[in-house]
């Protein structure tokens, strides 16, 4: 099947820095990416959709400002988390789509954010 | 709107108990249907999925048959082992759209 990777899986920073994630789509191009965010009582909470060569969809109540979501390339996402509270601490995970038609998304391993 | 209701968890038996966890959905049309699972630590993977009305889908013993009359999905497993342990979320996708819609995952915990 699909592979989508991201990275970093682990990352510990300070209150105040800033912190990137990547998702890479290893075999297909993904014209679209989704990015999530989930607690720790396991419910995922989409946080935007993000589409190449166009600016990222927030979902409500989820700062743009906060949460950058680039879309550069058919194989590569980036979520960058500003400023980052302890707040923020959290696993956000990406996933990939092909197309509308197949239905199925392919996720990356997450990633574990934690802000001291 | 669109929405997966799924059993709370967790869901805890012993090795080779049989497992059933509910989902209900309500949608407009008719929906593509899944079944996803998450390992401790890791990302989401599809479980196995179906696209019309009274289709089966089916992976690693597991089991789900799409049922339009009663809105509902429900995943089956005849005999769980220890490594089944992972929440497992339904979730649905309307035709048309490409935002799938998940369930809050059940946590299943198995115990030797």
């Known amino acids: 099947g699909a592979v989508v990777s991201q990275h970093p899986s682990w990352v510990i920073c300070k209150s105040g820095t800033s912190v990137k994630i990547e998702c890479r789509s290893l075999?297909?191009?993904?014209?679209?990416m989704f990015w999530y965010r989930q607690f720790p009582k396991q419910s995922l909470m989409l946080m935007a959709t993000s589409n190449e060569g166009s600016k990222a969809t927030y979902e409500q109540g989820v700062e743009k400002d906060k949460f950058l979501i680039n879309h550069a390339s058919l194989t590569l996402s980036t979520l960058t988390v500003t400023s980052a509270h302890p707040e923020d601490s959290s696993f956000y995970i990406c996933?990939?789509?092909?197309?509308?038609?197949?239905?199925?998304?392919?996720f990356g391993e997450g990633s574990r954010l934690t802000v001291l | 709107g669109d929405s997966v209701t799924q059993m709370e968890g967790p869901v805890t038996l012993s090795e080779e108990a049989f497992l059933t966890i509910n989902c209900t959905y309500t949608a407009t049309g008719y929906p593509s249907l899944f079944w996803y699972v998450q390992y401790p630590g890791e990302g989401l993977q599809l479980l196995l999925k179906?696209?019309?009305?009274?289709d089966k889908g089916s992976n690693k013993g597991f089991e789900a048959t799409y049922r339009k009359e009663t809105t509902s999905f429900h995943l089956e497993k005849g005999s769980v082992q220890v490594s089944d342990s992972a929440v497992y979320f339904c979730?649905?996708?309307?035709?048309?759209?490409?935002?799938?819609?998940f369930g809050r995952g059940t946590s299943l915990i198995v115990h030797p």
């Open positions: 075999d297909f191009q993904a014209t679209t």
């Open positions: 996933s990939a789509s092909q197309g509308r038609n197949t239905g199925e998304l392919f």
């Open positions: 179906a696209t019309k009305a009274d």
């Open positions: 979730a649905l996708l309307s035709g048309g759209s490409y935002i799938p819609t």
